[in-house]
């Protein structure tokens, strides 16, 4: 039987998740559900729509992560993600930052249940394809079960099937987004109450997950899916066996130096097309991480210095520091 879509992603993470990023991750597994960055519906109503819109093919399944709080607007931007060929439209209800709030949008979006389930509802009414919704346990100091439990039944009333639930509250006040990710305490416990209250939703855990095994005893434990974010971010051949052990494919069959290779050619592709493959190299630095010489891989591919030469000359220069960090120590 085909594993539920959300069974296993990687979450949706600013300045991180972008197409090159995800390009990279689809080399290591074929079938983890991705997410963009978030896109403001501003961004998408007067900005350039293909710059946020675009992604490569091999990104599939691929979903878009919206935020933005106006029904109209929101339903607007859903269409577009349906036409640009997106799998899912994603609601952010989760964003601690300024920015985000300023806006109306993100996390604080949980005081006001209602208006998340109008424009889940207006998304739903637009298009044809899963329309979802990413949120945190609670807000500032409001700690109750229930509060969440209220969110993810109104919110649900209106048609939303799936949640993906950061098992921390945001703390609007106060706090950095960096420190929002670490400071609250995680409640893993809210989102099993969640799957027990609602069974025939989809929930997801988001937050703090870190290893195989911790993603192997969520999901034995009833939960429906599970994302990780900044690991699989900074080491990301963790998601090397994640098509065999968790979604019943096949493994992809690269081994580091294969992964590297096809970034190689995709940085030259990207470099012809006039994009800069420093902008490309960075999402692929923990590639090597936890092996021999991988501290002089990194330094050699975030050497500003080396951006004039071409990805595979820098990448001849990565693999000798790796391969000989004591003779790349010594040079340096």
Known sequence: MEPNPWRLSVAPMMDWTDRH???????????????TEMVTTGALLHGDVPRHLDYND??????????????????????????????E???????????????????????EPQLVADGVKAMRDAVSIPVTVKHRIGIDRIENYEFVRDFVGTVAAAGCEVFIVHARNAWLQGL???????????????????KRDFPALTIAINGGITTGAQ???????????????????????????????????????????????????????????????????????????GQPGARRWRQVWSDHKLKALPPSAVAGLATQARRHPAVAEAAA
Not at 176 to 194: G, I
């Open 58 to 87: 091999e990104e599939h399944p691929l979903a878009l992560q919206l935020g933005g709080s106006e029904p109209d607007d929101l339903a607007h931007c859903a269409r577009l993600a349906q036409q640009w060929g997106y799998d």
């Open 176 to 194: 950095s987004p960096k420190e929002n990710r670490e400071v609250p305490p995680l409640r893993y416990e809210f989102v099993q109450r969640l």
């Open 89 to 111: 439209v994603n609601l952010n209800c989760g964003c601690p930052s300024d920015r985000v709030q300023r806006g109306a949008f993100g996390a604080c979006l949980m005081a």
């Open 21 to 35: 990023c995800r390009y990279f991750h689809r080399l290591l597994t074929h079938r983890t559900r991705l997410y």
């Open 215 to 289: 993603i192997e005893s969520l999901l034995a434990e009833g939960l429906d899916g599970v994302m990780v974010g900044r690991e699989a971010y900074h080491h990301p051949w963790l998601m090397a066996d994640w098509d065999s052990r968790f979604l019943g494919a096949e493994p992809v069959q690269r081994d580091r130096e294969q992964v590297e290779a096809a970034m190689i050619d995709y940085m030259e592709r990207q470099s012809r097309e006039g994009e800069p493959w420093s902008r490309i190299a960075r999402h692929m630095l923990g590639l090597w991480n």
